[in-house]
Structures are given as C-alpha cells and as structure tokens.
C-alpha cells in the first residue's frame, strides 16, 4: 500500500523559512509528478509547486522566487524549501504522487501538514 508521509510543519515568523519532506513508502513505479499543494481554511486546495520525472518543475506565481520544491528518486521523497515566508502562507499543505502502472492511473495524498506563519 502506497503512503505519502509529510513533515517539516511548524509555526514561523514571516521572513523565515521551513523546509518540508515527503517520504514515499510502498510499492509505486511510473511516476510521472511530484507535487505540494495546499489549503487555507475556508480556501479550495491550491497547486504550489510540482516537479515531473524529467525535473521541470512548475511554481504558482504567488510562491515563485520563494519556495524551491526537489525530489530524491533514491530516497523516493520530495522536499518543499520555503524562504522569506509569509502569513498568506499559513495553510495545510500536502504531498501529491501521480502516474501511471499496469493498473492504470493513480493519484496519492498524504495526510498533511500544518504551517502557520505568524505576522
């Protein structure tokens, strides 16, 4: 069974910086994106950043210039590097795998993680 486990929240000031990590557990092949999504309270869930298994890599224009996401395909996780953060930033967010296997497509979350950047 695939899991997605997120970690790295936490509460910050504005101007600083966390760095998130996805780690992927089970069997999964044919990856085709990893990705950071979040959702403010009483917001719909947002794309942040994704990164394909080519290594481009997309970033919302509101996070461009300030979140960094990378992957490890050895260690089978995908990091979020956030810097110069700000209280808009204060949402869940969550780790997102997709692609395609014999079986045909998938899509996984995890479960989340909370980041609060105080003003």
């Known amino acids: 069974q695939v899991q997605l486990v997120e970690s790295g929240g936490g509460l910050v000031e504005a101007g600083g910086s966390l760095r998130l990590s996805c780690v992927i557990s089970?069997?999964?092949?044919?990856?085709?994106?990893m990705g950071w999504y979040r959702q403010a309270l009483g917001k719909a869930r947002e794309l942040v950043a994704v990164i394909t298994s080519g290594g481009d890599t997309n970033v919302a224009d509101s996070v461009k210039g300030r979140f960094t996401i990378s992957r490890d395909d050895a260690k089978n996780t995908v990091a979020l590097q956030m810097n110069s953060l700000k209280p808009e930033d204060t949402a869940v967010y969550y780790c997102?795998?997709?692609?395609?296997?014999?079986?045909?497509?998938?899509?996984?979350w995890g479960r989340g993680t909370q980041v609060t950047v105080s003003s």
């Open positions: 089970g069997s999964v092949s044919g990856i085709n994106a």
């Open positions: 997102n795998i997709n692609g395609r296997r014999f079986t045909g497509q998938y899509n996984y």
